[in-house]
Structure formats: C-alpha cells, structure tokens
C-alpha cells in the first residue's frame, strides 16, 4: 500500500466520523456549548474542515474551497474571510453558529474531495517536499498532511465528545 493510499484511507475515516457526530442534531445542540467558554460541534466541525481546507489547498497551490465554491457566503459568519478558527477566543467561537447540520457536511465533502483528488495525483518525492520553511526542521507535505489528519482526528473526537454531554444532559 502507497502512503497516499494511506492518507486518502485515513482521510475518509475522519469523513465518517464527521457525518456521525453531526447525524441527527439540531441547529441549538450544533450550537450548543457544555461551558461558557467551551467549543460547539459546530464550532469544531467547521474549524477541522478549514484547517484541512487551508493546508491542502496551500499544498496543492489552489484558491480554497471556503472562498472558491462560495462557502463563506453561505455559513455567513461574522469573521475575516480567510480565519480559520485558530486561536479564536470564547466570543470568536461563539461567532460560529451553523442552520443545520447540512451546512457542516457539505462544506467538510467539499473540502474531502479536493483532498482525495490531490492525494491520488501524489507520488513518494512529493511527500518530501518542503512545504514550510518556517519551523526548524522546516515542514515536508508529508509531515503537513500527517498534521492535518492529527488536527482533524482530535477535533472530530472532542465533537463527538460534546455530543455525547449533551445528549447525556437532555435525557
């Protein structure tokens, strides 16, 4: 099996676990915050979606889905256009609030599919690309993809975790 067999494999199990934590909620529990100062399932569906839509779209040296298929427009938050959530603050996530789970999936398939298709054109001498030169030692796209799924793995985790307290706290 090819790495990029891998990371597309990998990739797909983080589009399951997405469309499961999201499955069935309605907009106030996507919303919803165990704490003052806790993150939605909204809030962290959206942010793993933009983090692996700004990392793969910068890899592949494209216009991200969020802006080039209009998404921003159609989630409509109150935030700059390119963030990604990083570093947002209590109020910052409370900004990210979502009419259906829809919203959230469409966007994360989106955004998978631009994945897989620039996966499945990799070859091993891509992976060792040096794709940031900002860290010491600077970033391959392997290691940035390897990243991604681990950004994207706990986020969907924590999501399915606040779903979890909410649904323990509604019954």
């Known amino acids: 099996m090819h790495a990029k067999d891998i990371l597309s494999d990998a990739h797909s199990r983080i589009q399951e676990e997405v469309h499961a934590v999201v499955d069935g909620l309605t907009a106030d529990e996507l919303d919803a915050r165990p704490s ?17 839509d700004d990392h793969v779209s910068d890899a592949a040296g494209l216009d991200q889905v969020w802006t080039e ?13 390119p963030d990604t959530g990083y570093g947002h603050s209590s109020a910052e996530v409370a900004k990210v609030r979502v009419d259906s789970g829809d919203l959230l999936t469409g966007y994360y398939d989106a955004v998978h599919e631009r994945t897989l298709h620039f996966l499945h054109g990799l070859t091993a001498k891509d992976l060792e690309r040096i794709v940031d030169e900002g860290w010491d030692p ?4 392997g290691v940035r993809l390897v990243s991604v799924l681990s950004d994207d793995l706990q986020h969907v985790g924590q999501a399915a975790y606040v779903r979890g307290l909410l649904q ?3 019954a």
């Open 69 to 81: 298929q209009g998404w921003h427009k159609r989630f409509g938050l109150d935030l700059p256009r």
């Open 138 to 141: 600077p970033v391959s796209l």
């Open 168 to 170: 323990s706290s509604a």
């Open 36 to 52: 003052a100062d806790a993150n939605s399932v909204a809030w962290l569906v959206w942010h793993l979606t933009r983090v692996q």
